[in-house]
């Protein structure tokens, strides 16, 4: 158990609907990482949240949003969702901004887009 | 700027080593190596940073050459708990983030 928590566990929605992914990092940690993966991309980094802030962006679609809020859990907004957005999403979390700190990667969600 | 991966996949018996090669094609400033077991969140190994300095754990090694921008991952008298998938996360010098190659499936079998 790495200490940081996602949910829901398992997502089933249908096309062009919005779902919201939660995470609550470890106790301590300032940092929230979003990634995605999918069986033929492997782990896709979305973005970055450091104390409320953005750090940085990876290739995130316009479609998906995330916010990291005051007590430290942050929230990914996936809307007009397709097919291909089916995928494994990771949050992890790290102590500070620092990349070279381990990230704890949480259990997942898992989103089908039917 | 995703790194590249090799091999793609490895089969073992207990008590043989691997090797799982990254490579980037733009300058590195650290390399994060990740193991991921099947239905699991992946697992950090260890870091590797710019300028020698080396963090992990456990009984597995790696090196990363500045030069050639590259990092191994060495696997010795490999355990049936080493299956799973291994990851490098690259960062670069001019960015702000990890990026993940595409994995190595390795497979250890009795």
């Known amino acids: 158990d790495s200490g940081v928590t996602q949910t829901p566990k398992h997502l089933i929605t249908a096309t062009g609907q919005r779902v919201t992914l939660r995470c609550s990092p470890r106790?301590?940690?300032?940092?929230v990482y979003w990634y995605q993966q999918s069986l033929d991309q492997g782990l896709q980094f979305l973005i970055h949240y450091y104390n409320g802030e953005e750090r940085a962006k990876g290739n995130i679609l316009e479609r998906f949003s995330a916010q990291q809020f005051p007590d430290l859990h942050s929230e990914l907004n996936l809307s007009s969702l397709e097919l291909g957005d089916s995928a494994l999403y990771f949050c992890?979390?790290?102590?500070?901004?620092?990349?070279?700190?381990?990230?704890?990667f949480g259990p997942g969600t898992r989103l089908t887009v039917l | 700027q995703q790194p590249v991966q090799s091999p793609q996949a490895v089969i073992l018996r207990e008590g043989e080593d691997a090797v799982i090669n990254c490579s980037s094609s733009k300058a590195l400033y650290s390399v994060h190596w990740y193991r991921q077991k099947h239905g699991e969140a992946p697992v950090f190994l260890m870091i590797?940073?710019?300028?020698?300095e080396q963090k992990g754990h456990d009984k597995i090694s790696a090196s990363f050459n500045e030069k050639k921008q590259q990092s191994s991952l060495y696997l010795t008298a490999s355990q049936l708990s080493y299956s799973g998938t291994y990851f490098c996360?690259?960062?670069?010098?001019?960015?702000?983030?990890?990026?993940f190659g595409t994995g190595t499936r390795l497979q250890v079998f009795p």
């Open positions: 992890a979390s790290s102590v500070d901004a620092n990349y070279y700190n381990e990230q704890f």
């Open positions: 996360g690259t960062e670069l010098d001019d960015t702000d983030k990890l990026i």
């Open positions: 590797l940073l710019k300028g020698g």
């Open positions: 106790s301590g940690d300032l940092s």
